[in-house]
């Protein structure tokens, strides 16, 4: 059974920067394609940032040249790099991947 860990939320001043980790254990053989998404309050979950098997990333709009996102097959583990934050950033940000989801991690941006 695949399981997949966010870690890296927490509260930073905006233009700020964190890393959030997703990492999956379980069989699986490695990271492949999967997707972040956050959630704010009272809002729908909203796609951030996806990866292709192949490699495709692909950004909303809102957080081109902010955020990047990376895999380590090799670790399991992806990645989300988040710069120059914004207090719209603050929401839970969850991995996803073949239609598993991790538990979430906060990210609180302050004005």
């Known amino acids: 059974q695949v399981q997949l860990v966010e870690s890296g939320g927490g509260l930073v001043e905006a233009g700020g920067s964190l890393r959030l980790s997703c990492k999956a254990s379980?069989?699986?053989?490695?990271?492949?394609?999967m997707a972040w998404y956050r959630q704010a309050p009272g809002q729908r979950r909203e796609l951030v940032a996806a990866?292709?098997?192949?490699?495709?990333?692909d950004y909303v709009d809102s957080v081109k040249g902010r955020f990047t996102l990376s895999r380590d097959n090799a670790k399991k583990t992806a990645y989300l790099e988040m710069t120059s934050l914004k207090p719209e950033d603050t929401a839970v940000y969850y991995c996803?991947?073949?239609?598993?989801w991790g538990q979430g991690t906060q990210v609180t941006v302050s004005s």
């Open positions: 996803m991947r073949s239609g598993i």
């Open positions: 990866i292709t098997v192949g490699g495709r990333i």
């Open positions: 379980g069989s699986i053989s490695g990271i492949n394609a």
